[in-house]
């Protein structure tokens, strides 16, 4: 009964946050299914300044050298290995004991999971964890969300081995069970946007803008100075340095294919927008794009069919096509964590989950995948209005798109002319083009289901719900099987 805090899992993830925790001054136990990464954890702690950590081979044993009421942390893979391990582990825990998956988790399984372990008042929390190896080992963001009293019992630790920025730890009592997940959830799917929207600049700079691998270096460095600046930013930067290491002439990039692997997260993203009415169309076309790059065959075959502009490429001057591009790419950005913002906001709302935005946006700051900084601006831009309907219309960020507006229509134009797909940041543009219109044309879509459905329609001039005959019209087009 002696160490504070354990952990079961002990994969990358798990190793790294167990030394992390240990560092952080608190005793550790640790468990894994298959002993030799125990041996190999515990190894690690003593060559990493004899931490405080102690290996445990039998999972009974594992949970009795733990204070009470004991706090484990898990980090197996998602889905059955997490409720074999909460089955396993459970049968030795006792009331008031707490079970926080660390995983990448779909959020209803951790709602499943705490409903489950309720009779037995065993407490449960699901824990989204970004940064990778690096930031599990010094200091990740984590995005808590368990029943009540779990927050309190995980604070004393997690909010020291959070990453740590100017205004605190990179974690908050985001809400209860599943909200942590949730949140998680959408800090993938914005991941999956910034990633493409980089992967599109990059397209359009080599191939429009003829800029080779150190210019592109030298770029997003430069940028990485910039309202740009971001992990994505910096890492894409040192990409492009990176000599190929198998002894091939050139850069890496170079050589690596174009196919994109995924483990599923951005795919919830954008279920979850679907089911929640919530526009994600950044996200959307970054998943596309993922599983359209996926079908290479398809694409090497038709390359060889399909037609390109027969207009030839227009000329552009190098710096100011890539200042441009900056500008449309800081823009795309808004556009997606706007869109973040506001499905984190609307499943709170219907889940009954009062997540406070501004908090959500202070915990990407540091330690996570999408950490840039301009989150502080949008952490400033909830505090002033916690009920901003959408981050387009805060007055710093849409003075900051409104003078850029120009540069990113010249990008989107170019990347059309020219046939190369730039699909996030057009949907990104397009948004903006449709969010900014108090008249959209979606009077003649109401008029069509009217038509076929008699689904009814509302007026811009009187109150009510109306419906027409619209037979008369009808006859008048005829049987289109007969006309033809
Ligand atoms: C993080 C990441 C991480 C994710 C990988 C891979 O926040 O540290 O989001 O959790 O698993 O980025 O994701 P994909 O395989 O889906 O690209």
């Known amino acids: ?38 041996d190999d954890t515990v190894e690690r702690a003593k060559g990493e300044g004899n931490l405080p950590l102690l290996g445990f081979k039998d999972p009974k044993d594992f949970v009795q050298a733990l204070k009470r009421p004991r706090r484990i942390v898990i980090l197996v893979q998602a889905g059955k290995p ?30 499943r999971r705490a409903e489950l372990l309720r009779p037995k008042g065993i407490l449960f929390m699901g824990m989204g964890i970004s940064g990778g190896e690096e930031g599990a080992r010094k200091g990740p963001s984590l995005m808590p969300g368990g029943e009540p009293g779990a927050y309190e ?20 009592n985001i809400g209860p069970v599943g909200s942590g997940n949730y949140v998680k959830m959408v800090h993938n799917g914005i991941e999956y946007g910034d990633m493409q929207m980089i992967a599109e600049t990059y397209d359009l700079l080599k191939q429009l803008g003829g800029l080779t691998n150190a ?52 795919r919830w993203t954008i279920q979850e927008a679907a089911e929640r009415n919530s526009p994600a169309c950044v996200m959307a076309a970054a998943l596309d794009a993922r599983y359209i790059s996926a079908r290479k065959d398809e694409r090497v075959a038709a390359e060889a069919i399909l037609k390109g502009p027969t207009d030839p490429t227009p000329a552009v001057d190098k710096a100011a096509f890539v200042a441009d591009v900056r500008a449309a790419l800081f823009c795309s950005k808004v556009v997606s964590y706007a869109q973040g913002m506001n499905l984190i906001r609307s499943a709170g709302q219907e889940l009954g989950w009062p997540i406070d935005l501004a908090e959500c946006a202070r915990i990407w700051k540091g330690g996570c995948i999408i950490r840039a900084a301009f989150l502080d601006d949008i952490k400033k831009a909830f505090q002033q209005n916690p009920a901003l309907p959408n981050l387009l219309v805060d007055p710093y960020f849409s003075s900051m798109l409104n003078s850029r507006t120009a540069a990113w229509r010249r990008v989107v134009q170019l990347a059309v002319v020219s046939g190369i797909a730039a699909p996030a940041i057009s949907a990104a543009l397009a948004y903006f083009d449709s969010y900014r219109r108090g008249s959209l044309p979606a009077n003649l879509t109401q008029a069509q289901r009217d038509f076929f459905g008699g689904h009814s329609y509302q007026r811009t001039d009187r109150d009510g719900v109306f419906h027409c005959e619209w037979t008369s019209a009808h006859k008048a087009i005829g049987n289109i099987a007969e006309r033809t």
């Open 1 to 38: 009964m002696s160490c504070d805090v354990g952990l079961y899992g002990l994969a990358v993830m798990g190793q790294n946050f167990a030394l992390n925790m240990a560092e952080h001054g608190f005793t550790v136990a640790v468990c894994n299914r298959s002993p030799g990464k125990v």
């Open 82 to 111: 997490v409720d074999d391990t909460i089955a396993h582990l459970s049968g030795f825990l006792e009331a008031g004991d707490l079970i926080v998956d660390g995983g990448n988790e779909w959020f209803p399984n951790s709602q």
């Open 153 to 172: 019992l995980m604070e004393p630790i997690i909010t020291k081995c959070a990453a740590q920025v100017d205004d605190g730890p990179c974690t908050f």
């Open 215 to 266: 210019e592109l270096a030298t770029t997003f460095t430069s940028w990485n100075e910039t309202e740009l600046a971001s992990f994505l930013i910096e890492i894409t930067g040192i990409i492009f340095t990176k000599a190929d290491d198998q002894g091939a002439p050139g850069e890496l990039v170079d050589y690596i294919l174009d196919k994109t692997g995924m483990k599923g997260t951005g």
